[in-house]
């Protein structure tokens, strides 16, 4: 499997914005599909779910949800799939999955809430760390 | 050795040895080439004929440029008139009359290497190492135990020495196993180092090696008794400075071995230090064996906690574990030794560590939350009681940073009940005169007679019973004790039980008054175990009529002195951490612990909401609501005042473990949660604010002697002395405080040497 | 062939068909049908010397008329799947060269305390045999890296 995706080439720029969305979908769903053998690869089952890493990947995508240049668009399809490509692959660790698909960008932040916003900055501070 | 270099060997010998009387050596005055195969223990050509190779020296040469002293040392020399002036390598040096050799090179910049001399302990003079040569003497002598004479011209490179050094380390490693590859003294070992620096590289000893049998010393000391090269330091130390006649030397020659004359271990609370002073690997740590080798180790200066002398130490850590800790020299505090709780209490740091903050459910279970919710819940509890209703109690064994924003905080919410356990309900803390060791530790050397009362120095404060040991052997003083009966390493007189004996010194009436009066400069020792009695104030005063009977507070000598218990309590009365009312603790619904575990929480009514800030699941967890870890002396930076005044700084050595916080931190951040911001919000900030309290203890390592005497205007108590007896402070020397309670080694400490 | 044909007939008249069809089988002969290298090494045994047997069954041959170097062989005691890991040391160094004693004899040097047992390499032989490093997740007894042992609040208190 990770043999047939190596072949993938840079496809031709996507002539339209619609071109480039029923792109972007494509991916997510090739994407979806490599869950379950990147569980197993990457022996997942005890610290996340399918669905989870499936919302993960879509909220990925999302946050460029506002780009309208379909050259962009087809750049960050590139990237994303270069990434997938790597994660099948195995050329990835168990922890670079964990530390960028399951605990996300935020780290082991406990609770993200409003509560904090009118802390002062030494008690943010004190929240996250004792070194500062 | 390839045979070119074999050649030329031994031709340069031979020009050498050829003039004089040589050694005979047969083959190669035949001329075979191949007979030079014999095996030749020759490490430096020059050295087998050092006579000839002086003989052939050229004129002297000028004297070397001046160097450092050894470690910096510098002498004071009081009367110019006893100074002496010898030359060390050609190079004039002044040093004072009875300085031994070895000292004078060492002024001189020239170190000597050396086995059983220690500069803190009697002159052995039987390991030979330290031989040099001294002009116009048929032999080389040992400096260690050589005075040093007008115009003595010392040599210490010449071939001369170089040889007896050399000759002396042969002997040494003779017996001495080459099992440095699994010695827990390897990379930190004198003779080692000075194997490689004087040693030859070969030994000519084929026989077998010597075996010792190990001796049981007890769980601190490791022995590995075939190492030992009978230095004697270990048994030095163990009379000289431990007070303790344990440790002997047995047998002759070769069947000479150190050892307790009957199977029975080291009874000393200093025995830590033989490993310290042991020069080779026969003495090593018994918990420290094979856990990690000194080149692994970071080492952090910091400052012991678990008794109030506040023993200089270097923790060593590895990562996130301490490994060790040693001591550091302090002249004025611990000299160069600690004790073994110091040294051997840092299991305790990774047991029973509270890592989470807790808040104890509706089932009586604890249950893990955030930061968040745990300052939450203390913020809404503090806020539902009158002010009059809140504690606030600091442990042992708290910083002064933490305890200034605990009184802070508390006196925010409106409440002035806060103190240091350890310090009474009616803490005297307007004179510092009155809680402080105010002849110093190092000036009790200065004392001649010791009055002890209710103090039993020898567990409450190690340190300080070494330095009462110490003056004793020196000069004799005289020691009088009253308290429970208690063991002593030093001659005293046990003169009474309770405050009775008191009164009848006071009044005159007792025999020891006659060696107290005649005193020059008497010590009155008080043990701050008193601090907790009813009649605590009788007492003082009974005590401040015999000073000055005995004419012990005078302008150059102040002789009455405060032992405290615990690294906290200075800092606390200093900081005025004094309860408003005698009995706040039976009336309060709120009740902040920041580590405090002695205190008698019985009392507290079933309805009140503690919460516990510490470091260790200890004591005073079990009756709390909510846990906030917090972090322990090894890793925060906090400031400390010892027994004398003296103000030293703890440093952090490895990371807090967990979630754990700095307890200062705590305090702040939980004063912000609950609407009463604190307006500092750094470790500076902080500081700034105590040192509008007391300015003392910004000054690191400063000793700041109290101002004015403990008789100066002081109101009369209308107390009158009970007739109970001093009660003993601390019951076991091992387990003091959270720390040691949850050490492993110290409870065994107190299993095997506490056995009566 | 014929003095082996009579001995094999009164095998057979001594113990029946049954028993020497069983014999046969635990012997390995059936196996040598689909495995050369087997029956190459059964044809080999004939006339060879027995020097020993093992605890696990591996027999060990020697033919001092065969060519030097190649006199001495193993029959493994697994017919079916065999390597050269089954050897346990003792008589790894006889099969060898390396020594002229036999494993039995080299046995009495094992060492009693510290010694252990012999264990083949089963390396692809399934998951349960990968070798996983003491920090690996996938290592049952994955080592925890906690350098302090934190307070349990339901040990000691309700």
Known sequence: ?132 | ?756 | MASLLKSAFNAIKEKGIRNVAREIKEAGFLNCLPDGNLLQIKIHNIGATLVGVDKFGNKYYQNMDNQYGRHRWVEYGDKKRYNASQVPPEWHGWLHHITDHTGDELLMLKPQRYGIEHKQNYTGEGDEYIYHSKGHSLNPGQRNWTRYQPWEPTKTDG
């Open chain 2, 1 to 756: 050795m390839g045979l070119g270099l074999l050649a030329l060997r031994a031709s340069r010998t031979s020009l050498l040895g050829r003039s004089s009387s040589a050694i005979s050596r047969p083959g190669f005055e035949s001329g075979n080439p191949n007979f030079n195969l014999v095996r030749w223990i020759i490490s430096t050509p020059e050295l087998q004929k050092p006579e000839a190779a002086t003989a052939s020296e050229p004129a002297a040469p000028p004297p070397p440029p001046p160097r450092t002293p050894v470690g910096g040392a510098r002498v004071h020399i009081e009367k110019p008139e006893d100074a002496i002036e010898v030359f060390v390598d050609g190079y004039p040096v002044k040093v004072p009359k009875g300085m031994t050799v070895l000292q004078a090179c060492e002024l001189a910049g020239v170190d000597i290497p050396r086995f059983c001399y220690h500069n803190r302990l009697s002159i052995a003079g039987n390991c030979r190492m330290c031989l040099v040569e001294v002009e116009k003497s048929p032999k080389p002598v040992a400096s260690c135990a050589m005075p040093a004479l007008p115009g003595m011209k010392i040599k210490t490179d010449t071939p001369i020495a170089k040889k007896a050094r050399e000759g002396v380390m042969e002997f040494l490693l003779m017996n001495h196993p080459l099992d440095c590859p699994i010695c827990d003294q390897g990379g930190e070992c004198d003779l080692q180092d000075q194997s490689m620096a004087f040693g030859s590289d070969r030994g000519r000893f084929t026989e077998m090696k010597r075996s010792v049998v190990d001796k049981n010393l007890g769980p601190l000391v490791k022995t590995v008794m075939t190492r030992c090269i009978q230095c004697t330091r270990c048994v030095r130390f163990a009379t000289e400075v431990a007070g303790v006649e344990d440790l002997g030397m047995l047998g002759r020659g070769s069947g000479e071995e150190i050892g307790t004359y009957v199977e029975k271990l080291m009874s000393s609370e200093l025995s830590g230090n033989v490993i310290d002073i042991c020069p080779v690997g026969a003495l090593t740590s018994k918990p420290f064996a094979f856990k990690a080798r000194n080149w692994e180790l970071k080492g952090t200066e910091s400052i012991d906690v678990t008794d109030a002398v506040g023993s200089n130490i270097r923790i060593d850590s590895r990562g996130p574990e301490v490994m060790r800790i040693t001591p550091r020299l302090n002249e004025d505090i611990n000299e160069e030794w600690i004790s073994d709780k110091t040294r051997f209490c840092y299991d305790g740091l990774k047991r029973q560590r509270l890592n989470d903050p807790m808040i104890r459910g509706p089932d009586g279970r604890f249950k893990s939350v955030s930061w968040r919710d745990a300052l939450a819940v203390v913020a809404e509890a503090a806020h539902q009681v009158t002010p009059e209703e809140i504690v606030g109690i600091a442990g042992k064994l708290s910083d002064a940073e933490s305890m200034m924003v605990l009184k802070d905080l508390l006196n925010k919410m409106g409440s002035n009940n806060v103190w240091c356990e350890g310090n009474g309900m009616n803490p005297q803390a307007d004179l510092r005169s009155g809680y402080l060791m105010n002849s110093s530790i190092s000036g009790l050397e200065k004392a001649d007679v010791f009055l002890l009362v209710g103090t039993q120095p020898r567990v409450e404060a190690p340190m300080v019973n070494a330095r009462i040991c110490k003056t004793i052997r020196a000069t004799k003083a005289k020691v009088g004790y009253i308290g429970p009966p208690a063991e002593f390493n030093y001659d005293h007189q046990h003169l009474g039980s309770g405050p009775q004996t008191l009164q009848e010194i006071a009044e005159g009436r007792h025999p020891f008054c006659s060696a107290l009066l005649s005193a020059k400069n008497p010590a009155i020792i008080v043990g701050a175990g008193l601090f907790e009695r009813k009649d605590k104030d009788a007492i003082f005063s009974t005590i401040e009529s015999i000073a000055k009977q005995a004419k012990a507070v005078r302008s150059d000598w102040n002789g009455l002195n405060v032992l405290l218990l615990n690294a906290a309590q200075a800092a606390a009365l200093d900081l005025g951490l004094v309860p408003e009312s005698e009995n706040a603790l039976e009336t309060a619904k709120f009740v902040y612990l920041m580590g405090a575990d002695d205190v008698d929480l019985e009392k507290l009514p079933s309805d009140a909401f503690v919460v516990y800030q510490g470091h260790h699941g200890d004591k005073g967890v079990y009756r709390s609501n909510v846990i906030l870890p917090s972090s322990a002396f090894s890793e925060k930076e906090g400031t400390y005042e010892n027994t004398e005044g003296c103000t030293q700084q703890t440093l952090p050595a490895v990371p807090t473990v967990g979630d754990a916080r700095d307890d200062w931190k705590i305090l702040r951040a939980l004063s912000e949660v609950s609407g009463l911001r604190l307006n500092y919000t750094t470790l500076g900030g902080v500081r700034t604010r105590i040192s509008t309290v007391a300015p003392n203890l910004v000054h690191m390592d400063e000793r700041e002697p109290a101002s004015f005497s403990a008789t100066l205007a002081k109101p009369e108590t209308q107390q009158k002395m009970s007739k109970e007896d001093f009660g003993v402070a601390v019951e076991n020397f091992y387990m003091t405080d959270a720390i040691t309670r949850a050490s492993k080694i110290m409870a065994q400490c107190s299993a095997s040497l506490l056995k009566k």
């Open chain 1, 1 to 132: 499997m990770a043999f047939t995706m190596r072949a993938v080439k840079v496809p031709p720029n996507s002539s339209s914005l619609e071109e480039a969305r029923k792109r972007t979908f494509d991916f997510f769903r090739s994407a979806c599909r490599s869950i379950p053998s990147v569980m197993e690869i990457y022996n997942l089952y005890d610290v996340t779910t399918a669905a989870q890493l499936r919302s993960s990947i879509a909220s990925q995508i999302r946050q460029n949800a506002s780009i309208t240049n379909p050259k962009v668009i087809d750049m960050l399809l590139f990237k994303g799939m270069e990434e997938l490509n790597n994660i099948v692959e195995h050329a990835k660790q168990r922890h670079h999955i964990i530390g960028q698909y399951v605990v996300g960008n935020e780290g082991l932040v406990q609770d993200v809430g409003t509560k904090d916003l009118r802390a002062s900055d030494f008690l943010k501070k004190f929240y996250s760390t004792n070194y500062f």
